[in-house]
Nanobody, 123 residues
């Protein structure tokens, strides 16, 4: 089992920044690829970003590419999502997820999920 706890969400103005954190416990963190997904009210869950086990490879949805940066610190069992130039359409609940081996953009392929953190961007 892997337990994931997100933090860092909040209310920010259009163009602002936030950094989300996801702290993991349980199994060996470096054995897991990590991802961020988000879900806005009335919309489907959406892939945001993923990072490989070593942190050497990252993947982003087109909608956040060049604005968001996904990183991890395996010594601290934590993955981060730095979000810059936030837009109102980024408003959603953001969840981190873990799966062994390689990254995926498909939420069904992730085994472990955090409870999520709310990000609200005001215009």
């Amino acid at each position: 089992q892997v337990q994931l706890v997100e933090s860092g969400g909040g209310l920010v103005q259009d163009g602002g920044s936030l950094r989300l954190s996801c702290a993991a416990s349980g199994r060996t963190f470096s054995n897991y690829a990590m991802a961020w997904f988000r879900q806005a009210p009335g919309k489907e869950r959406e892939f945001v970003a993923a990072i490989s086990r070593s942190g050497g490879s990252t993947y982003y949805a087109d909608s956040v590419n060049s604005r968001f940066t996904n990183s991890r610190d395996n010594a601290k069992n934590t993955v981060y999502l730095q979000m810059n130039s936030l837009k109102p359409e980024d408003t959603a609940i953001y969840c981190c997820a873990a799966r062994p081996m390689s990254c995926s953009s498909l939420f069904r392929e992730y085994d472990y999920w955090g409870q999520g953190t709310q990000v609200t961007v005001s215009s």
